[in-house]
Nanobody, 115 residues
Framework: QVQLVESGGGLVQAGGSLKLSCAAS????????MAWYRQAPGKQRELVAT???????YYTDSVKGRFTISRDNAKNTVYLESNNLKPEDTAVYYC?????????WGQGTQVTVSS
């Protein structure tokens, strides 16, 4: 059974930081590209950052320079370190794993940034 379990969300003031974690089980984690998406109320889910199985990272423009995605294959975990948070970063953050035709979502973790 595949599970992606996010943690680390919460309430933070603007300018603050959070580190999200996503622990994977039931998959050959090192083979998978991993990603973080987010969905704000009334908006579509959007890609925040991805990291390939080889460790190459990509970021959407709005988080470049503020967010860092990383992975620890020994712990089957992907991280999203977010700094200088803004109210517009408020959303549910989802972990996503993909490899060939397989794709899995986590249940999401809420991040709320107060102004």
């Amino acid at each position: 059974q595949v599970q992606l379990v996010e943690s680390g969300g919460g309430l933070v003031q603007a300018g603050g930081s959070l580190k999200l974690s996503c622990a994977a089980s039931g998959i050959a984690f090192s083979n998978y590209a991993m990603a973080w998406y987010r969905q704000a109320p009334g908006k579509q889910r959007e890609l925040v950052a991805t990291i390939t199985s080889g460790g190459i990272a990509y970021y959407t423009d709005s988080v470049k320079g503020r967010f860092t995605i990383s992975r620890d294959n020994a712990k089957n975990t992907v991280y999203l370190e977010s700094n200088n948070l803004k109210p517009e970063d408020t959303a549910v953050y989802y972990c996503f794993a993909s490899f060939l035709s397989r794709a899995y979502w986590g249940q999401g973790t809420q991040v709320t940034v107060s102004s």
